[in-house]
Every structure is written in C-alpha cells, then in structure tokens.
C-alpha cells in the first residue's frame, strides 16, 4: 500500500464524451509503465517495441512536453484504447477513455510508483457532486459541455474539443497540442482507414465531422482512434480504391499489430476512403457524386462488405485459417453467404461423385428453446453468436453474460435493431428487472425472437435487399456471378483459397450448368429461400 498526497484525476472519456475529474483513497490498483519514446510518426520499417506485461500490453510514446501512452483493452474483442497523456514539466495526467478500468488502472500504478507522472488522486468512485463533470450535453452528471473549438490546459498542453456528432450525438474528438508536437483523440468517429458507424446520426455529419471538422487539423496531428480495426478497415478500402497509399496501408498492417499513433491526419486523407468522398474512383464504385452520397454508400458498403466478404470464405471447407474473433453484423448479407455457402452441405459437388456413405448428413435440428420461440435453427446460431461476441463470462452462466450496454450492439448485429429509443429501454427493463448491469441468454434469446417475428419483408424491400447482397458479389457489376468476381473476393481478403471450390460454389448455386454461366440474381435469390434464409 502506498500514501500519496493528491488531490484530482482528470478523465477524458471521448466514447461518452466526458471529462471526468474525481479523488480517491483506493491505492490497490496500479502496475507498471513502460519507457518514454519520442512522440513522431514511426516509419513503417521501424520495428515497434513490443511490451507485454502480465496481461497488458502498453505502448508509450512521448513528445517534447506531452506523453501519450497507449493501453489496449478487450484485446481479442474489440480491441478498445485508452491513453494516458502527461505534462512532462508539471507531470499533471489525463487518462483517455479507460472503458476497462481493471486493464488501466495497472499502468497507473507503476507510473505513480515511479514518480513519472503527477495524478492527483487515485481512482474512486465517480459521480461525486463537488468535482466537475465535462462532457457532451446529454451525458449523466455533466456540470459542464466544452464548445465546439473551446480549450483548456493540462500543464503546457492545449486540449480542444472538437464536435463530431454521428456515430453517437454527444460524441467529442479532443485535439491536443504541446508546441509543434500535434495529436486527436477520435473516439469512435475516425478510426486508422475507416471511420465508425452511423449510430445516432447521417452520412452527412459524419461528412462534416471528418472531412471538414477533423480534416481542417494540421495534417501533421497524430490519430489516437478508440479501436484497432485498421486491418479490416484496409480490406474495405483495397476493394474501392487503388491508390498507392492504400496499398502502403495495407502492407504496414499486415505487418504491425498497433497502428494507433503511427499516422497523421494527412496520411488520412490519403489512404482512409471516408476522407476521399470527392475521389472519381470512389464516386464509380459508389455509384455517386455528391460527397453526402458517395459517404452514405461507403458506409452501407462498408457493412455489408464485412459480413459478406469476409463470412463467404470463412463459411467454406477447411480454409487456409481462422479469422479473429471479431465484433461483425450478422445481417441479410451474411444469411445470404451462409445460405449459398450451406448448399456445400447439403448437396454433393456436380462435378465430383460422393464418397460411399451408409447414411444421410444429420440435418440441423432446432433446440428446445427455438422450437419454444418459433425460430429457425439458422436464426437461433445468429443469436448464439451475436450474444457470444459480446457476451463476458461469469460463473454459473454456461452461456456468460451480456453486459447491458452491449444490448444495442447486439441487437444491431442480428439486423434487428431497436426502432426507438423508448423500445430499448422496455428491452432493458425485461432483461435486467434488477440494475445488475447484465442480461442472461434465454431473455435475450426471447427479445430476439420477437424482432425476427416482428421484422417485415414487403416484395421491394426484399428484392433491394437480395439485389444489394447480389452486387456485393460483382462488385456493383450487372451480370451473373462468375468465377472472376469470386476470385477478387478472395484477393481483397488476401485468402489463399483452392479455386476448385470456388468453382463448386457456382456449380452447385446454379444446378451444374457450367462455371462459365455463372450465378443469376434470380438464382441466387432461389438459394436463399431454399435454405430458409428469409422469413
């Protein structure tokens, strides 16, 4: 145990968009640091210092007067950052969105011990009425909102709020400048290559937020995103832009684990597609010109493009490896490639005779629980795995628990989100009767099965949507399904895959007429209702 005579701990929490300050007398919870490093942009070729302690990994980087340390969180999952930012004179600290208080406050601890930063209290209990709250307007607890361009000081540093409502309305991007040394927090509103998702906004304040608000920061400010998504965010891009620099992006992915604080605002502009709404080659593949549009479609292409592309070769037989465990949609895209990807299942190759069997495949079988529900046993697996992508564990709970924040998320990864802010909160108030913070799979199974019953498919609604998941295959391409465009699937996702079963895949998705007649919409289509795809 230690005693230190502190007084605050400031806390920008960019997801919330608060600044939280708050005391403590709680010194149990606290690791090591790692070293300072000069804070600039670290060349691809540059081996990165890989720290790992305990179950931690951290990065530090630091400038001339402003540290900024990365602490990954939830890795495996969502792969969340916090980061702790110092004054190098007064040692005075603000810790950035530490969503995972048990993976920040180690790093704390050490760096206290060590005397290399200032904090001036030790964690507590938030919400206390005598401290300021800082944030957007409609957090819980907020005693104060910083304007848009408003300013405040951490020792020599210069913080200013930046507003980027879209991904959330309260959502604040925080700037920091310490002399010529420049870096942004972003949040979930800009991510390395991608941005994040429309939430509670449009195309077009996500189009303010980035390509005027954050691009209007000096080009050589360094991007500390909320999440490391860049690998999957790169994949997107290499399938509507062929610049140089996405490629670049590509290879320095492929070959370092952190990317946060490794590029600029200008390197943005050049290789994150979100930021190039005016590029001609991204107006072709979106189909638009407007830059609100052509930012509408890469975001519905975006969504769609992770779930089709990368489940279409993780669905198929012994691929080369198994992707991570990622936070995805499980929308009518993915039911579409399960449902052509199943018919490898359920019928033998055209082009190949069956071995010998003495029985027929097992069929899927719904569980007690689906046939309870009226659920297909497809839609019963979506729920498992939306629930599991999100779900923690907890003794007791064979299935784990799925934190109450994470509800939204999960629902809108099943495709079935809640239609209102009021219906969210009767959802709430059924799976978790008790403010635990949590909700048990089989309320959770039930509350989906009512959106599925509920979900309306009318005649052209249906038809965009098979017409949409069809397009993602050709690449917004008239014509069928061929054998090239399976192929650039598999080149924009970097999968060594056996061409004789891509091949299969249109045989048997078009009843053996040939690989060179390719896959039609209405086929396509057929598959889909044959394996019970849609309701």
Not at 209 to 219: F, V
Not at 296 to 311: C, G, I, P, S
Not at 503 to 509: P, Q, R, S, T, V
Request: contains cysteine; glycine residues 6%; negative net charge.
């Amino acid at each position: 145990m230690i005693s230190l005579d502190l007084a605050l701990v400031d806390r920008i929490h960019y997801k919330t968009s608060q600044l939280i300050r708050y005391p403590s007398n709680d010194t149990s919870t606290f690791k090591s640091t790692s070293n300072y490093r000069p804070m600039y942009r670290i060349a691809a070729s540059r081996p990165f210092l890989k720290q790992k302690i305990g179950y931690l990994s951290s990065a530090l980087v630091a400038s001339r007067a402003m540290h900024i340390q990365s602490i990954p969180m939830w890795e495996g999952s969502s792969n969340n950052y916090a980061y702790l930012v110092v004054d190098d004179k007064s040692k005075d600290a603000v810790i950035v969105d530490p969503a995972n208080p048990p993976e920040v406050a180690p790093i704390l601890k050490d760096a206290i011990q060590a005397g290399k930063i200032n904090l001036t209290a030790i964690l507590a209990e938030l919400g206390n009425p005598k401290l300021d709250i800082i944030g957007g307007k409609d957090c819980e607890g907020v005693t104060k909102t910083p304007g848009h361009g408003e300013t405040f000081k951490l020792g020599d540093i210069t913080f200013k709020g930046v507003h980027t409502p879209c991904h959330t309305q309260d959502s604040i991007c925080f700037f920091a400048q310490d002399g010529n040394d420049k870096a942004v927090f972003t949040g979930d509103t800009l991510f390395i290559g991608g941005c994040g998702r429309f939430f509670e906004g449009n195309a077009e304040e996500m189009h303010e937020a980035l390509n005027k608000r954050l691009a209007a920061l000096p080009d050589d400010t360094v991007v500390y995103p909320g999440h490391e998504y860049t690998k999957a965010n790169v994949k997107f891009a290499a399938s509507v832009s062929s610049r140089d620099a996405v490629q670049n992006l590509h290879s320095f992915a492929e070959n370092n684990k952190i990317t946060t604080g490794k590029f600029t605002i200008g390197d943005e502009k050049e290789h994150n597609v979100f930021m190039r709404v005016q590029d001609p080659e991204i107006q072709k593949q979106t189909g638009e010109s407007e830059p609100v549009a052509v930012m509408a479609k890469l975001r519905e292409m975006k969504n769609n493009f992770n779930t089709v592309l990368t489940h279409c070769f993780c669905a198929m037989p012994n691929p080369l490896s198994s992707p991570p465990r990622i936070r995805r949609d499980i929308n009518y895209c993915d039911r579409a490639v399960t449902a052509l990807n199943s018919i490898k299942v359920q019928m033998p190759p055209k082009r190949k005779a069956p071995a010998a069997s003495g029985s027929a495949a097992p069929k899927t079988r719904q569980s007690k629980l689906a046939k309870e529900h009226n659920v297909t046993p497809q839609e019963e697996a979506e729920i498992r795995e939306a629930f599991s992508l999100f779900a923690e564990p907890m003794d007791g709970e064979k299935h784990g628990v799925l934190p109450i924040d994470d509800v939204k998320s999960a629902l809108i990864a099943l495709g079935v989100p809640p239609s209102s802010h009021a219906e969210l909160k009767e959802f709430i108030s059924i799976l978790d009767p008790e403010n635990d913070g949590y909700a048990t799979f089989e309320p959770f199974f039930a509350i989906c099965a009512l959106k599925f019953h509920t979900r309306e498919h009318d005649s052209d609604a249906h038809r965009a949507e098979v017409e949409e998941a069809f397009r993602l295959f050709t690449n917004g391409q008239d014509g069928p399904i061929t054998l090239a465009h399976l192929r650039r699937v598999a080149a924009v996702l970097k999968e060594d895959v056996d061409e004789e079963l891509l091949k299969d895949m249109i045989l048997e998705a078009n009843g053996g007429v040939g690989v060179a007649r390719g896959v039609g919409v209405e086929e396509f289509d057929g598959v889909m209702k044959g394996a019970g795809v849609w309701r």
